[in-house]
Structure formats: structure tokens, C-alpha cells
């Protein structure tokens, strides 16, 4: 059964959360009330230990537009910066819980709605979404997008998308490295569900240094990374976890895991 928020809908489905934007109206822009109940959200689900994986959605025609314009005219530069903060806290917020969240986009994915996308860990897209970045043709740029592009696909491919501003389709999403997979439309919701079991059988300690490592280690100054990954591996090599996946080889079963 769904729990209905104001501008969301969660949907248990172990080992996973389904968080559905829902402002089907506006098809699922974000605007400042859906940024700011999505972050705690994810918050929220990310802290309880059932769930192994957060998955995103959109309800209606599309996955998002991208920002709420509406909400953005008139505005002067101080209250535009307020809006890109809450949106900058809960793309940081997407990197920072511990679980994966897999975006499971359909229909579009534009301006905020691609960076959504490409902040996303994973992201499993039917075959009709198409997405873009498309600032540039209204006299804007897509500024906190395009980092968010640059950083899931080459230079050149990222460079296309910000300048052209032109859409691309759900297979040339996957084949620059935007998606991880293109599935029947209808079917990214259940896709990603079943990425997500596939995520969980996995020990969970590992995942949450895993995600950690991925999501910051490229980041790293250089003349730090050993001594941060090796913080990030001593409690995960130590562990009773640890200890089962071994034994677990060992005697051919399925490990047990204690997350400890």
C-alpha cells in the first residue's frame, strides 16, 4: 500500500522503497515543496534497515521537467539561489544515504530532471523516455545539470547535450554511459525492483563502503586516498559479515548477514 506525502508516493516493495514524484500536472517539476519532502524522504528510507535500495519515479507522463518555472519567474537572484541550494541539498543528499537509488526514468528527463538522473547511483529508463538539457535554448544554461551530466558520460558526449540542448533518446542514453539499461516502456519500475534484490543478496556492509568509495573516491586529494579507503575497509574487513561471506563460500550456501 502507498503512503501518500504531499508531492510523493512511497510504496514499500523489499528490499526496496519506491519514491514516485508526484505532480503529474506539471509533469513532476521540482519545485522547492517536492525538493525539500523528497530529501527528508530519502533520508527516512535510507535509515531503516529493511531497505537495501531507494528507487525513483515519476507518476504520470514523464519522469520530471526539469525545475518549476513557474516558481522561478519574478523571482529575484538571492531567491533563484535559494531554490538551486534546496536542489543542491538533495542531489548531495542522493549521494550521501548510504543505499543505492536507482532511477527508473519514463516519457522525459530535462534540465534538473536529466541531472536527477545522472546524480541517481543507477538508472534503468524504458525505451521512450528521451532526455536533455536543454537551458540554452531558452537563453539560460543548464549550470548544476551539466555537472551532473559531465560526470556520468565523456567530455564531448556532455559537451553535445549542453550546447545543442537537444534531446537524445533512451538507447543513446545507455550507449554514452547516462543509463545503465533500456527496458520496455512500463517496465523500469519492475526492472529496477528487480536490480535492487540483486543489490541486496550482496553483503550490506560492503555496499555502504562501496557506494562511499564510488560516489567520492574520485574525488579524493590524491596524497589522501589510501588513508581514506583503508578507513573505509577496516570495518568491513573486520567484520562478522566478512566472516560469513568466507564461510559461506566455503560451504556452498547462501551467506546470512547480520550487517554487523
Given at each position: 500500500?502507498?503512503?501518500?506525502?504531499?508531492?510523493?508516493?512511497?510504496?514499500?516493495?523489499?528490499?526496496?522503497?519506491?519514491?514516485?514524484?508526484?505532480?503529474?500536472?506539471?509533469?513532476?517539476a521540482l519545485s522547492t515543496g517536492l525538493m525539500t519532502e523528497?530529501?527528508?524522504?530519502?533520508?527516512?528510507q535510507a535509515a531503516r534497515p529493511e531497505v537495501r535500495a531507494i528507487v525513483l519515479?515519476?507518476?504520470?507522463?514523464?519522469?520530471?521537467?526539469?525545475?518549476?518555472?513557474?516558481?522561478?519567474?519574478?523571482?529575484?537572484?538571492d531567491e533563484e539561489r535559494d531554490i538551486f541550494a534546496v536542489c543542491n541539498r538533495l542531489m548531495a543528499t542522493i549521494q550521501?544515504?548510504?543505499?543505492?537509488?536507482?532511477?527508473?526514468?519514463h516519457g522525459i528527463a530535462t534540465a534538473a530532471g536529466c541531472q536527477l538522473v545522472a546524480t541517481c547511483d543507477l538508472a534503468i529508463a524504458s525505451d521512450d523516455c528521451r532526455f536533455a538539457t536543454s537551458g540554452v535554448k531558452y537563453g539560460l544554461f543548464c549550470s548544476t545539470?551539466?555537472?551532473?551530466?559531465?560526470?556520468?558520460?565523456?567530455?564531448?558526449?556532455?559537451?553535445?547535450?549542453?550546447?545543442?540542448?537537444?534531446?537524445?533518446?533512451?538507447?543513446?542514453?545507455?550507449?554514452?554511459?547516462?543509463?545503465?539499461?533500456?527496458?520496455?516502456?512500463?517496465?523500469?519500475?519492475?526492472?529496477?525492483?528487480?536490480?535492487?534484490?540483486?543489490?541486496?543478496?550482496?553483503?550490506?556492509?560492503?555496499?555502504i563502503a562501496t557506494k562511499q568509495i564510488a560516489a567520492g573516491g574520485a574525488d579524493w586529494p590524491a596524497d589522501q586516498r589510501w588513508d581514506r579507503m583503508a578507513a573505509a575497509m577496516a570495518p568491513v574487513f573486520g567484520s562478522e559479515d566478512a566472516r560469513e561471506g568466507a564461510r559461506a563460500f566455503a560451504e556452498k550456501r547462501p551467506p546470512i548477514w547480520q550487517g554487523r
Open positions: 500500500m502507498a503512503e501518500t506525502l504531499e508531492y510523493l508516493l512511497v510504496h514499500d516493495a523489499p528490499p526496496a522503497a519506491v519514491i514516485t514524484l508526484d505532480r503529474p500536472q506539471t509533469l513532476n523528497l530529501t527528508s524522504e530519502l533520508e527516512r519515479k515519476g507518476a504520470g507522463r514523464a519522469f520530471s521537467a526539469g525545475h518549476d518555472l513557474k516558481e522561478m519567474q519574478d523571482r529575484s537572484l550521501a544515504v548510504p543505499v543505492p537509488v536507482i532511477a527508473a526514468p545539470p551539466g555537472v551532473a551530466v559531465a560526470r556520468n558520460v565523456s567530455r564531448k558526449h556532455a559537451m553535445e547535450m549542453l550546447l545543442t540542448g537537444d534531446p537524445i533518446d533512451a538507447a543513446r542514453a545507455a550507449e554514452i554511459g547516462l543509463v545503465n539499461h533500456v527496458v520496455d516502456d512500463g517496465q523500469a519500475r519492475d526492472k529496477a525492483i528487480e536490480l535492487a534484490e540483486r543489490i541486496a543478496a550482496n553483503g550490506p556492509l560492503g555496499l
